[in-house]
């Protein structure tokens, strides 16, 4: 299984890059996680929010697996607690699915792909900045991998 983060936008701090790679490479690679950056619409073309949000929605479907399970990230997406997010991790693994995370741009995510998707969750109340979605993502797979092992990474 894969864990495959789809997020608009590109050229992040190192911060963001460093901490990714290190919760990335704690995984081990029958759940290895990875991430595909989608170029985000230009800002100043004149276009509409939803014009451009299709068009990234688009770059999206591209970067997408064949079959994977399709999450998107939401604010008005379910809320889970990381013992219950390690929970579906391992109802995941053992249907041998990658999962796929949608993260969009600074307008969200078309509607198509919300409609597409097998869930919606969000990862906090508060507004999160987009890089600092990836590095709290990243984490809380890495911890709910850890529970479902008993790493002691995560301490109840």
């Keep these: 299984m894969k864990l ?77 607690t990381t013992m219950a997010l390690s929970q579906r991790l391992e109802q995941w693994r053992g249907e041998g699915r990658d999962v796929v995370f949608l993260v969009g741009g600074p307008d969200g995510l078309d509607s198509s792909l919300k409609a597409a998707s097998d869930g919606q969750i969000r990862l906090s109340s508060l507004t999160l900045p987009h890089p600092m979605v990836r590095v709290v993502l990243a984490e809380q797979l890495y911890r709910a991998w850890a529970i479902m092992t008993n790493h002691p990474y995560h301490r109840a």
């Design 4 to 80: 495959i983060v789809i997020a608009v936008g590109n050229r992040m701090p190192a911060w963001v890059e460093t901490a990714w790679d290190d919760y990335a490479k704690r995984l081990p690679p029958d759940c290895a996680l990875e991430l595909r950056e989608v170029k985000p619409e230009p800002r100043t073309t004149g276009k509409t929010p939803a014009q451009m949000m299709a068009a990234e929605a688009r770059r999206i479907e591209a970067a997408i697996p064949a079959g994977a399970l399709r999450l998107t990230l939401d604010e008005r997406g379910r809320d889970l």
